[in-house]
């Protein structure tokens, strides 16, 4: 029989690029934009003043919803999606697993004379018990009292998701358990949140009393692979882990960078079009698409929104994405690294916060006093990134993002911070010209020296440092270490948390040295002196690759924490706990469970690889490596049959010994490998279990993979069964 390789190389010549699809008819984006929101002009259409009136309080201040009103709400919102062709809803939640999770109800209803009905009320819209005991609950709920709640979170607007087959109402909720626990991503979020609201709030205030509210920002930028669907599916790996564990690499990679330069393949520009109005009608605001470095790998963004929405609408798009992407048959692999050799995928996290009054806070102002207050935001969020880098390290570990950290073309697993140029000058010249018995005269005169240093528009002039973790980007900080896979929450609810904890420590001493008579000016430059001098050390403005900067920031005693076992440790330490549980983010109780359920999910998600990669290497490498044998040992001996001597047989003797080899280390290694997983699972403690399984268990993958990728080398190409690297890579 062929192999599925081979059905699948000849399936994709007959890939028809003339996709049928909407995207491609030249709608308008404003004409589609939001359409199936439940905002805006659809919010006020559908409900009555009171109601209106009542979820936009809500929406802004926070505040709960009453039954009166929830019962009205559901009433118009099911009266809108039904009008649009809806028939389910769904209480749509981001549970721990890291995709978006859904449980659809109909509308329909029989009531209890028989009449069937359409029905929608206010207990469905505000709160549903969806079977939770499958979701990750680290200990928080035993599986028999298996009650978590999701709970509309109205600051985020219900949606209608369409698929081929049908339309679903979806309320974005926090998800809980039944003593109040959170399950999810998106609780902690909307508590960090509201925490650097109150935090910057009072920070802003010493600068402008007009401040009422700040809304941190986020504009991420989602980078991908796609693959043909058949290719993908002949490659059990990239279907069951998202990433191939053998290939040997291509004749040609990235190295002639021609892709990144080079025009949007047609297959993947239809598919970019799909995807994008899809987004489109959701609401989310896309609005750049390119290649990117590595060969069919691309990216797309969005224009930048309030955290809680753009981490809601990254969450939708990639679910969308994947589902588009079927229709193009086509794969779309949101891994972090799905192939080795060449460029990994991120999701930059651009970070900033704004004001109620139309400031950006990392945006340098037009005059020295709106500069003292950029430069208050930038210095302080450096410090709380410095305090607690290892938090950052821990919100972005994931078991796929270890493949790219650290490793040579992504950031590396230390934290630090690269405020470019000229800010790095302006933040040596506080340090140095700030001193005790620095006066009005004093500050004055460097307020006005700083605001010539900081250019208003710095875009241009940041040296755009790539190899940098975080990245101060003219009027943003860029958090480059996030995974492309990640929910941006995580990393999210970690930077918020740790500013708004900082900016509140800032206030505690400006206010205390203005207690003892220091002008409020001075007391903010001598606060801020003091932060530069703390944080220093994270600073570091040169290549982050390199492997001078691994012993530079050894010796600064920066860590440099390469797995996601260790990396966890941080959520649970002294300090962390400290940490969340007064800005309110989460108890210590909860701070453990995540910690455990984060463990739980590496053990699994290796033991997984490790499986599929025991199972490729016995059922389908190793067969084809010993049928290639076969063939060269029958050649050998029909050779020497017909009389030929050593010299004759010399080159096929020597390919089949080296297969040969090959064939026994992988087989030796399959079945160490498989008795150190019988070790490892009998480990009780997670965290030293995860930590087995990344030390006793991953280092087999490499070593399996090393000579099975020189098995594809030497085996007749004809035989070698999965799909290989220059047809996953190069083929359209
Ligand atoms: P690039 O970094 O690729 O040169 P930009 O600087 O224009 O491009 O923006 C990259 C991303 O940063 C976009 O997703 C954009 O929405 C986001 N961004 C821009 N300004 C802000 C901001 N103030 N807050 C959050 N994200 C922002
Ligand atoms: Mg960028």
Redesign the pocket.
């Known amino acids: 029989m062929q192999s599925l390789r081979f059905t699948a190389l000849e399936n994709l010549s007959g890939v028809d690029l003339k996709i049928t699809s909407e995207a491609l008819t030249g709608n308008k984006i404003t004409e589609v934009f939001g359409s199936n929101v439940f905002a805006g002009k659809a919010m006020r259409e559908s409900l009555s003043d009171e109601a209106y009136k009542s979820l936009m309080n809500s929406i802004k201040a926070g505040t709960k919803i009453e039954r009166k009103m929830a019962e009205q709400i559901a009433s118009g919102l099911k009266a809108w999606a039904m009008k649009k062709g809806v028939t389910h809803y769904t209480h749509w939640f981001q549970p721990l697993t890291g995709t978006t999770a859904e449980k659809h109800d109909s509308f329909f209803t029989l009531k209890s004379d028989g009449t069937p009905l359409e029905t929608f009320d206010g207990d469905a819209l505000v709160q549903q018990e969806p079977d939770a005991s499958s979701f990750p609950n680290g200990g928080l709920r035993a599986t028999f009292e298996a009650r978590g709640y999701t709970a509309w979170d109205p600051s985020s607007p219900p949606f209608i998701l369409e698929q081929g087959f049908g339309k679903t109402l979806c309320i974005p909720t926090i998800f809980v358990s039944y003593t109040g626990e959170s399950l999810d991503y998106k609780a902690p979020l909307l508590k960090a949140l509201s925490a650097i609201d109150k935090a910057a709030v009072d920070v802003c205030n010493y600068f402008d009393k007009n401040v009422t509210k700040v809304t941190p920002?986020?504009?991420?930028?989602q980078e991908y692979f796609l693959v043909d669907e058949n290719l993908a599916n002949a490659r059990p790996d990239l279907i069951m882990t998202g990433r191939t564990v053998v290939g040997h690499a291509p004749s040609k990679g990235q190295q002639l960078e021609d892709h990144y330069f080079g025009s949007i393949p047609e297959r993947a520009y239809a598919f970019m079009r799909d995807f994008e109005l899809e987004s489109y009608k959701l609401g989310i605001p896309l609005?750049?698409r390119h290649n990117e470095v590595a060969p069919s790998q691309f990216e797309c963004?969005?224009?930048?929104?309030e955290v809680n929405i753009?981490v809601d609408h990254n969450s939708l798009l990639m679910d969308v994405m994947n589902k588009v992407a079927k229709r193009h048959k086509l794969k779309c692999l949101l891994h972090e690294k799905p192939f080795a050799g060449i460029n990994g995928s991120g999701k930059?996290n651009?970070?900033?916060?704004?004001t109620d009054t139309g400031v950006?806070l990392?945006?340098p102002g037009k005059t020295p006093k709106t500069n003292l207050m950029f430069l208050t935001f930038f210095v302080n969020t450096i410090k709380a990134v410095h305090d607690y880098a290892d938090l950052m390290r821990a919100s972005i570990a994931s078991p796929s993002n270890d493949f790219r950290l650290g490793a040579n073309e992504a950031p590396p697993a230390i934290i630090s911070v690269f405020s470019g140029k000229y800010l790095y000058d302006v933040l040596q010249e506080v340090k140095t010209r700030v001193s005790n018995k620095f006066d009005e005269q004093d500050e004055a005169i460097l307020k006005l020296d700083l605001h010539r240093h900081i250019p208003e528009l710095m875009?241009d002039n940041t040296d755009?440092n790539r190899t940098s973790p975080f990245a101060f980007?003219?009027?943003?900080f860029?958090f480059r270490a996030v995974g492309s896979s990640a929910n941006c929450a995580s990393a999210m609810t970690v930077l918020n948390t740790i500013v708004a904890k900082t900016l509140a420590g800032f206030k505690v001493e400006v206010d205390s040295l203005m207690e003892k008579g220091e002008k409020k000016e001075i007391a903010i430059m001598q606060t801020l002196r003091k932060y530069i001098v703390d944080s220093e050390k994270v600073l570091f403005e040169g290549d982050g690759y390199s492997e001078e900067w691994e012993r530079e920031a050894e010796r600064r005693g920066l860590a440099n924490v390469k797995t996601t076992p260790q990396a966890l440790d941080a959520f649970v330490t002294e300090k962390s706990t400290k940490l969340f549980t007064e800005v309110g983010i989460y108890t210590e109780k909860e701070l453990h469970a995540r910690h455990e359920i984060l463990l739980e999910d590496y053990v699994k998600k290796v033991q997984i690889e490790a499986r599929v990669i025991g199972d490729l290497a016995t059922n389908t490498i190793l067969p084809s490596a010993i049928t290639y044998m076969n063939s060269l040992i029958t050649n050998i001996r029909g050779l020497k049959e017909i009389g030929l001597g050593d010299a004759a047989v010399k080159a096929q003797t020597q390919i089949a010994n080296k297969i040969a080899e090959h064939v026994n280390v992988i087989s030796e290694n399959v079945q160490a490998m498989i008795e150190a997983r019988k070790v490892a699972n009998k480990v009780a403690d997670s965290r030293q279990k995860a930590i087995d399984y990344c030390e006793k268990i991953k280092p087999y993958f490499d070593v399996i993979r090393y000579h099975s990728d020189k098995l594809e080398f030497l085996v007749d190409d004809k035989q070698w069964a999965l799909p290989k690297y220059r047809e996953l890579l190069f083929l359209r």
Request: glycine share 6%.
């Open positions: 920002t986020l504009g991420w930028e609005r750049t963004a969005p224009i930048f929104e753009a930059h651009n970070w900033s916060m704004a950006n990392l945006a875009l755009r980007t003219g009027n943003k860029e």
